[in-house]
């Protein structure tokens, strides 16, 4: 049994790779052949980085996913946090569900129906470029947002509420004790989402295909419109950097040991200081009377 | 009323705004070209005329329903023997399990069709074993192959989760009152990781449904999906308005199916998309 399993896990593993190790493998192909090895060479990563549209692509890729994933991230967090204080419970699962409609829905369908959207206004208002960097910007936020509030919202939800309460009872204002005590207890779940929405809109395609403006184009972009074209292993050197550092990012964020503990202890001290910085206004504010 | 005016709504403002504008409205926008012509005048013929794609939808469905059923079939022994390894190896299969799934789809396709294609690797391969090469990309049997290669470990993930979500002590219980290997799997595990499943067929399904790259890739052009046929009708503006009736027909058959996963389901809501961020 044990060797079954262990035989069985490495057969699915291997057919998984397979495609990706061979296209690495091509990529160092001498020669423009597909089928077979003809020789080591980085001719076809020389040729891709000859290419300007490349370093555009990575450049606008970076751009919208750091724009997007901050976007996102502020106002899933404002939405989570409101959410869980809403009175209405209709009204709450009623805005939960329509945040998780981009999350439920197929890619294509999201991306057709902002496509009409931006059309229709952009008809309207009669502009040049109907859809363009914030059309394409506006889309990635908007199925970034739903993954946001996933992450945040547990922890929002798991706070003591009297912590808050306290801080406002020592002389916070609503919005200082949001800032100083709230906003550092939830920080591991923004930061995860905001992880989350940065490799979302970093990875991907279907959305961009239909939001996008012809001066705008991103990597997975101009993969797709590589492959529209003949077998070339330019596409197998891009991509192979491409999973490179997909590995090192993944194998860093799971590896990296105790990480959780580290930003638990962490937590804890901002806590303390919070509370302690406080504890003093509140003394002075009261001496000051 | 008052209740809908509370200080949390004040809050997530900007969210409610967000999602008026860029959730709610696009999906109007659907069903508004879905029931007009190109004047703007109401009309039912684009729903008439998708009488025209109903063979798309249907091999759609049945490639997407065996794509599922072969995702599941490798995919649930394999999470099974997965939650069963040291928790050593788990780190290290959960990371080979992740980083496909990371890894953008148009490569992941594309370096199946460059292995699979008629000069490609696998051919120059089995030439060289002098064996036969063999036609694969282009047949319907090369785009299912793609949709499971592809929507593979999202059947994994959410299974292993609730596999690993079983308390032990039932499974020796059950073993303890007498349940034979083959029972325990068919009476406790395959029960209990039922959530799991759920979740994993409906990603899978939607999925595989809504795709147009495999389809373009590995089908070598001849073959078309519903997603192709939306994706080609939103190509010139004249034809927005059948694609956005085809695509409003296909939420709703997604709909109707995610109510009837539910159905069989008692977790919460999301747990799909819980473990599509590996929670």
């Not at chain 1, 492959?227 to 860093?252: G, H, Q, R």
């Not at chain 2, 010139?236 to 009837?260: K, N, Q």
């Amino acid at each position: 049994m044990k060797y079954i399993s262990k035989i069985y896990i490495a057969l699915v593993f291997l057919i998984l790779y397979i495609p990706i190790l061979v296209l690495m493998l091509f990529s160092f192909n001498k020669t423009s052949n597909t089928g077979a090895f003809d020789g080591f060479s980085l001719y076809w990563y020389r040729e891709l980085f000859k290419s300007p549209e490349t370093f555009t692509a990575l450049k606008n890729t970076l751009i919208l996913a750091v724009s997007a994933s901050l976007i996102s991230t502020v106002i899933g967090t404002t939405a989570a946090v409101g959410m869980v204080k809403m009175k209405s419970r209709f009204f709450r699962s009623l805005v939960n569900s329509i945040t998780n409609v981009p999350m439920m829905n197929p890619e294509i369908v999201t991306g057709i129906s902002m496509m009409l959207l931006f059309v229709a206004i952009g008809t309207i208002v009669n502009a040049a470029d109907k859809l363009s960097f914030w059309t394409l910007l506006i889309s990635h936020v908007t199925f970034c947002l739903p993954y946001v509030i996933l992450s945040v919202m547990p922890r929002v939800k798991a706070m003591d509420k009297s912590i808050p309460e306290a801080a406002m009872d020592l002389g916070c204002t609503p919005l200082q004790s949001f800032f100083k005590v709230e906003l550092p207890m939830i920080m591991p779940g923004i930061v995860t989402g905001m992880i989350m929405a940065f490799t979302l809109s970093l990875d991907d395609f279907v959305i961009s295909y239909f939001t996008n403006g012809n001066d705008f184009q991103t990597l997975p972009l101009m993969i797709y419109s590589m492959t529209k074209k003949e077998v070339k292993p330019d596409i197998y050197a891009l991509s192979t950097l491409m999973i490179i550092a997909i590995t090192v990012l993944l194998i860093l964020s799971n590896f990296s040991g105790s990480k959780g503990e580290m930003e638990k202890k962490r937590h804890e001290r901002m806590l303390a200081k919070a509370a302690k910085k406080q504890n003093h206004q509140a003394f002075a504010e009261s001496k000051g009377k | 009323m008052k209740k809908f005016f509370s200080k949390g709504t004040a809050v997530a403002a900007p969210h409610l705004v967000w999602c008026v504008l860029f959730i709610v409205a696009p999906l109007l926008f659907v069903l508004y070209y879905s029931f007009t012509d190109t004047s703007g005048a109401f009309t039912l013929e684009n729903m008439q005329s998708l009488s025209d794609y109903s063979d798309i939808f249907l091999t759609t469905i049945e490639m997407s329903i065996i794509s599922t059923f072969g995702c599941f079939i490798i995919g649930y022994p394999l999470a099974y023997f997965i939650s069963r390894s040291s928790e050593k190896q788990k780190k290290v299969y959960m990371v080979l399990l992740m980083l496909p799934m990371w890894t953008n789809l148009l490569i992941r396709t594309y370096s199946m069709m460059a292995i699979l294609d008629d000069g490609g690797f696998f051919n120059t391969l089995l030439l060289s074993l002098e064996l036969a090469p063999v036609h694969i990309v282009g047949t319907k049997g090369a785009v299912i192959f793609g949709m499971i290669y592809d929507f593979f470990p999202y059947m994994v993930l959410p299974i292993y989760t609730a596999i690993t979500k079983i308390d032990h002590r039932v499974i020796e219980a059950a073993s303890d009152l007498g349940c034979n290997g083959m029972q325990i799997m068919t009476r406790v595990i395959l029960p209990l990781s039922r959530s799991g499943i759920i979740s994993g067929i409906t990603m899978v399904f939607v999925s595989s449904i809504s795709t147009f790259y495999i389809s373009q890739k590995l089908g070598g052009g001849t073959f078309e999906l519903i997603g192709d046929t939306i994706e080609r009708q939103f190509q010139s503006p004249s034809t927005y308005h059948i694609g956005a009736s085809i695509s409003l027909v296909m939420m709703i058959l997604i709909l109707i199916s995610l109510a009837v996963m539910n159905r069989f389901s008692d977790e919460e809501e999301n747990s799909a998309a819980r473990s599509r961020i590996g929670k």
